[in-house]
């Protein structure tokens, strides 16, 4: 049976015991259904096989690829599936709820599991994902946390959570902090899975209640905020963290600890700065980190090339303040008492309103 779902809703709460991805592993890996399993009945270079042949002879094409899928659907069920219990309830799907899924979910049958397509397949989760991202106005009400580099805002989101204020992790969700030097271990997902992670972030939220995100240019590293969630976050209500350039180097000095740590990539991202700061002060800056000096080279950038910068991003907004938090230092214990007033001027919002 094909299962048909008309929200995006329904669709991550298909109720299956497992939802098994039947493309091949490139087309896993740039995205798919969240929780799914790649099981895939056709390799890379099989499925590029299979294409090929199939430009000029389709019935043969049919015959090498059933072969494939039997071949490959068998080295599943001896390994991945073997301990299956017999009420097992698997949902399958491909790119567009074809062949190769259909195929897979027969054999499935076959042995007494109740397994289930995808109707539409991957496609039909993606449309959904791009409705929700694309087209659908957002039901929930953002506050942006602003501040300058430094001000620690993606650890104070963390501190909210923790305090059961709602929050949405941005950089968390783009592997990414959002600035020159905020690549992370494992690199970004794609923008698709990107997506799909934030449209499955906002369902688990409760739109009566506000949300607290970070506030971010359109591009987190080399992926794209997703106008549904842009457009709100240009309007959305603000509350500003300040702290002093001192304690705001500090802090970057630790939490950048991997970047600090490698001179080589430490060393190409300051290159990539001579374009707008020049030669000769990168060139100081090279010196700084060659000397460890990294609380100074952290106050350097911020006083020369992002405080600049986000004085500039903040004149041209005029969305309204619902206030400000001042710290001296950013230490944990600090950043929970901050945590602490940005909830309740959150709290307070929501009671103005």
């Known amino acids: 049976m094909a299962e048909r779902f008309d929200t995006l809703a329904a669709f991550l709460a298909h109720g299956y ?18 929780g799914a399993i790649s099981l895939p009945v056709l390799d890379n270079d099989e499925r590029a096989k299979v294409g090929t042949l199939y430009k000029t002879d389709a019935f043969a094409a049919k015959i090498t690829g059933a072969a494939l899928v039997a071949r490959n659907a068998a080295a599943h069920l001896e390994a991945s599936l073997a301990d299956k219990p ?21 054999i499935l049958q076959q042995i007494g599991w109740r397994a289930d ?13 791009a409705e929700a991202m694309y087209d659908a106005p957002l039901p929930h009400s953002l506050i942006v946390l602003e501040g300058h580099t430094g001000t620690a805002k993606t650890d104070i989101l963390k501190c909210l959570q923790v305090r059961g204020t709602q929050m949405l992790d941005l950089e968390g969700l783009a592997n990414h902090r959002g600035s020159v030097f905020g690549a992370m271990q494992g690199g970004q997902p794609s923008q698709k899975a990107f997506e799909g992670a934030l449209a499955a972030a906002m369902l688990a939220l409760d739109p009566a209640r506000p949300v607290v995100v970070e506030a971010e240019s359109s591009k987190i590293g080399n992926l794209l905020i997703p106008p549904t969630i842009w457009k709100a976050m240009l309007v959305a209500p603000r509350i500003r963290v300040t702290a002093p350039l001192q304690a705001r180097a500090r802090y970057l000095a630790t939490a950048y600890a991997d970047i600090v740590g490698d001179g080589a990539v430490l060393g190409r991202i300051l290159e990539t700065l001579v374009q707008f700061q020049g030669k000769e002060r990168v060139a100081h800056w090279h010196e700084l980190a060659g000397d460890g000096a990294f609380e100074t080279l952290a106050c350097e950038l911020m006083e020369h090339h992002y405080d600049p910068r986000y004085a500039k991003s903040g004149e041209r907004n005029d969305a309204a303040r619902l206030g400000e938090v001042v710290s001296d230092t950013l230490t944990p214990e600090a950043l929970d008492r901050v945590a602490g007033e940005v909830a309740g001027l959150v709290d307070g919002a929501v009671a103005a309103k």
């Open 17 to 34: 015991d497992d939802v098994i991805d039947v493309r091949s592993p490139s087309e896993f890996a740039e995205d798919h259904v969240p």
């Open 117 to 129: 397509v995808i109707e539409g397949g991957y496609r039909a989760y993606r449309r959904l994902v």
């Open 86 to 106: 017999g009420g097992w309830r698997p949902l399958v799907y491909c790119w567009r709820g074809g062949q190769r899924s259909g195929s897979f979910a027969t």
